[in-house]
């Protein structure tokens, strides 16, 4: 079945550490996109990449980094620069051409820091 | 600046009875509008689309949204709602750019039915 595979669902860290979360696509997307979601805030756009080996900053990308060395593949990396790091984070990813505009979700990872 | 906004954060509803979520948004020009659902702790699963054409939309789930142009709105109906419908809902934006496809969400709908 196609589809987006984020992991691990539950993620714990101390504070300081880095920390990698996991997105896989095999649907054959070229945009992929990480989102962050915190209570009452819906979700807020924190990178997103149209083609592999290029990526844009979204709207709160400040502690973060991503890389897109893959079609399929598109990590992020929640740095100790990152203020508030504990949220649910969210990949998406889009196709091009006439169905650019339909995002599909993968099932998230909760990131605890302490 | 573009935004899109959903008035109720909670709304309880009876099993059974008929459901209206609403949705207002603000762009400079008739945006592309979805609506998903979520479940908790997991992702989001879109209902349906809104891109130009016929104002009211079906889709999955019985349910259906209608678009108003005069109104800047986007509401999603249900006749009638079933238990398994509690879930957060949230109502999304988008005009295609140079930039790419990038989604302005609002802060979501959560919807809890009573049986």
């Known amino acids: 079945d196609g589809g987006i595979t984020q992991s691990p669902k539950y993620l714990f860290r101390k504070e300081g550490q880095n920390v990698t979360l996991s997105c896989e696509q095999n649907?054959?997307?070229?945009?992929m996109y990480w989102y962050r979601q915190d209570p009452g805030q819906g979700l807020r756009l924190i990178y997103y990449?149209?083609?592999?080996?290029?990526?844009q900053k979204g709207d709160i990308a400040e502690g973060y980094s991503v890389s897109r060395e893959k079609k399929e593949s598109f990590p992020l990396t929640v740095t100790s620069a990152q203020k508030n790091p504990t949220a649910f984070y969210l990949c998406?990813?889009?196709?091009?051409?006439?169905?650019?505009?339909?995002?599909?979700f993968g099932p998230g990872t909760r990131l605890t820091v302490t | 600046a573009q935004s899109v906004t959903q008035p109720d954060i909670h709304i309880t509803v009876s099993e059974g009875a008929s459901l209206e979520l609403r949705c207002n948004y603000s762009?400079?020009?008739?945006?592309?509008l979805f609506w998903y659902v979520q479940s908790p702790g997991q992702g989001l699963q879109l209902l349906l689309k809104?891109?130009?054409?016929?104002?009211l939309v079906q889709g999955i789930k019985g349910f259906e949204a209608e678009f108003k142009r005069s109104q800047s709105s986007f509401n999603l109906r249900k006749p009638s709602v079933h238990w398994s419908d509690a879930a957060e809902y949230f109502c999304?934006?988008?005009?295609?750019?140079?930039?790419?496809?990038?989604?302005?969400f609002g802060t979501g709908t959560q919807l809890k039915v009573e049986l």
């Open positions: 998406a990813s889009s196709s091009s051409g006439s169905k650019s505009y339909e995002q599909y």
């Open positions: 649907l054959n997307h070229d945009a």
């Open positions: 990449s149209q083609i592999v080996n290029d990526f």
């Open positions: 762009y400079g020009a008739t945006p592309y």
């Open positions: 809104y891109f130009s054409g016929d104002t």
């Open positions: 999304a934006a988008t005009r295609l750019t140079g930039g790419g496809n990038k989604l302005t």
